[in-house]
């Protein structure tokens, strides 16, 4: 079972100028083939499938940390889409002035016909994220070797899109998943090692380019967030730290694991959109939950 808490990774700031096409590349770390969804679904089938637990616990531990790391990833990449997308259109209820006739020179009409102006599980292109995009062979050594692949083509991705937005917002919320992303490329290479004997940690970084040259993930490194794997459970997956650990392959520093999650942020309200009926429910008075809250004893 996943523990589910109401807040981000990171803090991402406001746009300041706020793109649909720009929201729109970046979906491609959502719904791409390498994207977030992909991690996440792909390492939650192994960890579900994962046969001859009690012999190879440390295996099945490092994949099941890693997966619900992965949950998180994908809200944050969700919210930066949906930050990008507000105020992209003209607010309103008049729907004779056309507020979204804009939309029709975004690359992605479906965030304004089939969505609120918000994330959808797709790629950059509009092509719907689908469950062929997960690999779960029920062979071990196959899959960590798929995982380490999939992590690295993930970081090519980010580096591409990195170079495609230049907004702080997208560019925050990347900088942080090639951080994290880094870590997972890390601890699939180390697991390949321990199975195998091969010094798969000899090929890191791929692509080959260090963090250095992304600014946003420089306060992340400083701080050591390239060299944690956490768990995300306070009592399971205790024995990830059998396989990650050791030293960092590219700065030597150890690597760690920590028993729980990161404190994280509140996730940002997002704004409504009226002219797209988001969320549409105009007749809800904020004050009569006051009320039931009140008498429920429940502090809001």
């Known amino acids: 079972m996943?523990?589910?808490?109401?807040?981000?990774p990171i803090e991402l700031p406001t746009p300041k100028n706020p793109s649909a096409?720009?929201?729109?590349?970046?979906?491609?770390?959502?719904?791409?083939?390498?994207?977030?969804?992909?991690?996440?679904?792909?390492?939650?089938?192994?960890?579900?499938?994962?046969?001859?637990?009690?012999?190879?616990?440390?295996?099945?531990?490092?994949?099941?940390?890693?997966?619900?790391?992965?949950?998180?990833?994908?809200?944050?990449?969700?919210?930066?889409?949906?930050?990008l997308l507000t105020g992209t259109t003209k607010r309103g209820m008049d729907p004779v002035p056309g507020?979204?006739?804009?939309?029709?020179?975004?690359?992605n009409s479906r965030h304004f016909i089939a969505s609120g102006q918000s994330a959808l599980p797709m790629d950059s292109m509009g092509d719907w994220w689908t469950g062929q995009n997960v690999f779960s062979s029920g062979n071990l050594k196959l899959d960590l070797l798929h995982n380490f692949f999939l992590e690295c083509g993930a970081r090519a991705n980010k580096m591409r899109v990195y170079e495609m937005v230049t907004d702080p917002t997208a560019r925050e919320m990347v900088g942080y998943l090639l951080?994290?992303?880094?870590?997972?490329?890390?601890?699939?290479?180390?697991?390949?090692?321990?199975?195998t004997g091969v010094e798969v940690t000899k090929l890191v970084p791929v692509p080959d380019l260090s963090?250095?040259?992304?600014?946003?993930?420089?306060?992340?490194?400083?701080?050591?967030?390239?060299?944690?794997?956490?768990?995300?459970?306070?009592?399971?997956?205790?024995?990830?730290?059998?396989?990650?650990?050791?030293?960092?392959?590219?700065?030597?520093q150890p690597l760690?694991?920590?028993?729980?999650?990161?404190?994280?942020?509140?996730?940002?309200?997002?704004?409504e959109e009226p002219q797209l009926n988001a969320p549409g429910a105009d007749d809800i008075d904020p004050d009569m939950f006051k009320d039931i809250a009140k008498k429920l004893g429940i502090k809001l």
Do not use: C, W
């Not at 996943?2 to 981000?8: A, E, F």
């Open 256 to 271: 760690e694991v920590i028993f729980g999650s990161p404190e994280g942020v509140p996730a940002p309200d997002l704004d």
């Open 2 to 8: 996943i523990l589910k808490m109401d807040r981000l």
């Open 211 to 252: 963090n250095k040259p992304f600014k946003e993930t420089r306060k992340y490194e400083e701080n050591g967030v390239h060299r944690k794997l956490y768990t995300f459970s306070q009592e399971d997956y205790r024995q990830a730290a059998l396989i990650f650990n050791g030293p960092h392959p590219e700065d030597g």
């Open 21 to 83: 096409n720009d929201a729109a590349a970046v979906q491609e770390l959502l719904g791409g083939k390498f994207g977030e969804m992909s991690t996440l679904m792909n390492y939650t089938y192994q960890s579900f499938n994962f046969r001859g637990r009690k012999r190879l616990r440390p295996f099945y531990d490092l994949i099941s940390s890693i997966a619900g790391e992965e949950y998180g990833h994908i809200e944050v990449v969700s919210y930066a889409i949906n930050l």
């Open 179 to 195: 951080v994290r992303g880094g870590v997972h490329v890390v601890a699939y290479a180390r697991a390949l090692e321990y199975l």
């Open 99 to 107: 507020p979204l006739k804009d939309a029709t020179d975004f690359r």
